[in-house]
């Protein structure tokens, strides 16, 4: 990503080397429904290792003989983990082919099953994360602490580097593409998520920096816990405190498009400070040019089951769970300086 992102519980408390293998990191989609059982489509249930997702969905497409589009998925995995998540293949009218066939090192086939319709972005309660860190160095009881801290007041819900491409250059190829550079139907919606992610970022990162990422400011707009439906602006009150407090309730920011800022006052002054620089306001015309509306994200991000373990000597086991849309990394840099190959989003 392009901009500062300032860690909201103080100093890194260890350093350490992350993902040696893909085996420390594995993530596991938790479903948001159950198979029907019957139906057009074939729903799978994959372990895959050093594939992505696009990878997996190529090969399910060239096994059922269908084309890309009669596949579907919930989000997208790393290629840099070991991961296990759905997929549906469109069968009308067909038996599907034997899944063992599917099958090579990278790739097991866990459960198939008939299901009445396409699996759409987005379809799952969220993912589950079980994290290896390696060569573990900083003070045991610092390191408990601010795990600690992370369970019980969570993190800001910034957007992680795997939004912003390989090289970190989404945003300037975001810039390029809104000045009339051409490119392809499926790198536009990549970079116009990047030039909204790095909108929300700059914003997230003014309140970090003013300790209100997790509380709620005059003219403050709010999302439900687990859902995406928002309410605000809204004067301050010991109600609207005390659920924010018990995460009921979330603070938001702003995701850019067409539309005026639905926050007031101090909520809005800082969001309307940070939106005012040179770039960001090549920014937000790109996006209102390409007909994006103004969404809203919670500002803070909850991890869910909280624990960790150590095995041995100089290694941290983690194990959490994040809703959808949501990075693992992000919690992890609360703790500390990791060697890192890649990001991972919960989607």
Not at 3 to 8: D, E, F, K, L, Y
Not at 333 to 345: V, W
Request: charged letters at 25%; aromatic letters at 6%.
């Amino acid at each position: 990503m392009t901009t500062s992102t300032p860690r909201a519980h103080g100093a890194p408390v260890l350093t350490a080397r992350f993902r040696a293998t893909p085996e420390d990191f594995v993530v596991e989609e938790i479903a948001g429904f159950e198979a029907s059982g019957q139906g057009e489509h074939l729903l799978l249930t994959i372990e895959k290792r050093g594939l992505n997702t696009a990878d997996v969905a190529a090969r399910l497409a060239r096994w059922a003989g269908v084309r890309d589009v009669a596949i579907g998925y919930a989000g997208l995995k790393d290629r840099h983990a070991v991961t296990r998540q759905r997929f549906t293949v469109h069968l009308p009218g067909r038996e599907a082919p034997d899944p063992a066939a599917l099958e090579t090192d990278g790739l097991r086939v866990l459960a198939a099953q008939r299901h009445s319709r396409k699996l759409p972005r987005g379809a799952l309660a969220g993912n589950r994360f079980e994290l290896v860190l390696r060569e573990v160095d900083g003070d045991a009881d610092a390191i408990d602490a601010r795990l600690q801290a992370i369970a019980a007041r969570g993190v800001p819900n910034y957007f992680g580097e795997q939004r912003f491409g390989r090289a970190g250059d989404n945003v300037a190829q975001a810039l390029a593409m809104f000045a009339g550079r051409r490119v392809r139907r499926e790198e536009r919606s990549l970079l116009l998520s990047a030039a909204r992610s790095e909108l929300f970022n700059r914003v997230l990162a003014e309140r970090v920096r003013g300790s209100s990422w997790d509380r709620g400011l005059p003219g403050e707009v709010w999302m439900l816990d687990g859902r995406r439906s928002v309410f605000g602006p809204e004067a301050p009150s010991e109600a609207l405190d005390a659920r924010c407090e018990s995460f009921d309730i979330h603070p938001t920011g702003p995701l850019w498009g067409r539309g005026d800022l639905r926050t007031g006052d101090a909520a809005r002054a800082i969001e309307e400070q940070v939106l005012e620089a040179p770039d960001a306001r090549d920014l937000r015309a790109g996006l209102e040019a390409a007909g994006m509306e103004q969404e809203r994200r919670s500002l803070r991000l909850r991890p869910a089951a909280m624990a960790w373990t150590r095995p041995c000597t100089g290694v941290l086991q983690l194990t959490f769970e994040l809703p959808p849309g949501a990075y693992a990394t992000t919690v992890l840099a609360e703790l500390g300086d990791l060697g890192s190959t890649s990001a991972h989003r919960s989607s």
